[in-house]
Each structure stands twice: as structure tokens, then as C-alpha cells.
T-cell receptor, first 108, second 117 residues
């Protein structure tokens, strides 16, 4: 069993829909990353959080440490949100363990 | 700042050849990470450095892989000899961290796409 599990693996949506991507982990962590990887391959860090909730534009990330679960929400989705979203947990001091990613496609 | 810089962006080589990937972290960042991404295994940490010292190299696949960080602004990942199964995208990332339970983010370079024929 992977230490970091994401669901769903693939997600399609119509423009404007509310999207939720889930991440569950089985190890003790100090923080959790949400990363975005566009078709061109570049990786961008969206959020890093250790408790509660963070919001940036149309993106919201939440984490529940007791339940070892995090969610990434996208409100009013847009085709430019199409990407792979990767959850990664920080263990030890700075080591990251990655989920396998969720491939999101948003259609106009 | 220009961000994390990696070179080359693409590398095609033949099995058995030596490959050297290069990374320049963001100035002032004291952590540097090397990752590998493949379709089968996703993103994996290979090794990371703190203040130029290797901290954890448990992800390095085998002795054919080696990484160095001779100074704060440069790191190399070397594969010798290369094999077709080494074909992947190799990412370098850096972060500024106070250590312990810091929540500083990691900044990724554009990656080097390596193809070993």
C-alpha cells in the first residue's frame, strides 16, 4: 500500500464545476504539499500546509491531521486548470513522499 | 530571481555513456533536492543536500548514480554507465528552510528529460 494515496486518479469536468481532489496518507508528517504539473511538465507548488485551510484565488486546500487527509478544491473550474495535481507529504525534516497524482481535464 | 535552473533540458545518449545533469538552486536556499519522474513510479526523491552536505541518499537507485554539491550554487547528478531504464525526467528543487517542522515550500526547476537508447 502506498504511503500517500490520491483519488480520483483521473477527473473530467465541465468548465465552471466545483472540483475536489483527495489525498490520504499513512505516515506522520510535518506538512503537506499540493503541486500542479502542466502538460509541458513544469511543477509548481500550490500550497504547503500543516493545519487548517489555505486559499489562493479559486484554489482551496484543507488538511485534517487527525484523519490524515487533505483535500484540494477548485471553484469555478476553467480549462486552464487542466493539469496533474500531486499531493506530497513532508516526513522527517524535509523529505517528500509523493502521491501518484490526479489528472484533471476541464472542458469548455 | 531566475528560479531553479537545470541543464540540459533534454539529453539523448546511448547505453553505457556517462550522463551529467546540472542544477543551480535559487540563491540563498540551503536545501537542494534531486527527483526522478517516470510514468511507472511517478515522482521519487533521489537525494537531498543541506548546506552542500548530502543528508539522505536512500533514494539513489544504485552505485551508477552519484550526486555532488561542491558549493551553494551548483549541484550535479551523474549516471555512469547509463541504461535505458534510467530514461526519465529529472527534477531539481530548492528550498529555504529553518529545519525541523518548517513549512517552506520547494521550488522546482524545469527538469531534464533524459532518454537512454
Amino acid at each position: 500500500k502506498n504511503e500517500v494515496e490520491q483519488s480520483p486518479q483521473n477527473l473530467t469536468a465541465q468548465e465552471g464545476e466545483f472540483i475536489t481532489i483527495n489525498c490520504s496518507y499513512s505516515v506522520g508528517i510535518s506538512a503537506l504539499h499540493w503541486l500542479q504539473q502542466h502538460p509541458g511538465g513544469g511543477i509548481v507548488s500550490l500550497f504547503m500546509l500543516s493545519s487548517g485551510k489555505k486559499k489562493h484565488g479559486r484554489l482551496i486546500a484543507t488538511i485534517n491531521i487527525q484523519e490524515k487527509h487533505s483535500s484540494l478544491h477548485i471553484t469555478a473550474s476553467h480549462p486552464r486548470d487542466s493539469a496533474v495535481y500531486i499531493c506530497a507529504v513532508k516526513v522527517d525534516t524535509d523529505k517528500l513522499i509523493f502521491g501518484t497524482g490526479t489528472r484533471l481535464q476541464v472542458f469548455p | 530571481d531566475a528560479g531553479v535552473i537545470q541543464s540540459p533540458r533534454h539529453e539523448v545518449t546511448e547505453m553505457g555513456q556517462e550522463v551529467t545533469l546540472r542544477c543551480k538552486p535559487i540563491s540563498g536556499h540551503d536545501y537542494l533536492f534531486w527527483y526522478r519522474q517516470t510514468m511507472m513510479r511517478g515522482l521519487e526523491l533521489l537525494i537531498y543536500f543541506n548546506n552542500n552536505v548530502p543528508i539522505d541518499d536512500s533514494g539513489m537507485p544504485e552505485d551508477r548514480f552519484s550526486a555532488k554539491m561542491p558549493n551553494a550554487s551548483f549541484s550535479t547528478l551523474k549516471i555512469q554507465p547509463s541504461e535505458p531504464r534510467d530514461s526519465a525526467v529529472y527534477f531539481c528543487a530548492s528550498s529555504l528552510t529553518a529545519g525541523g517542522y518548517s513549512t517552506d515550500t520547494q521550488y522546482f526547476g524545469p527538469g531534464t528529460r533524459l532518454t537512454v537508447l
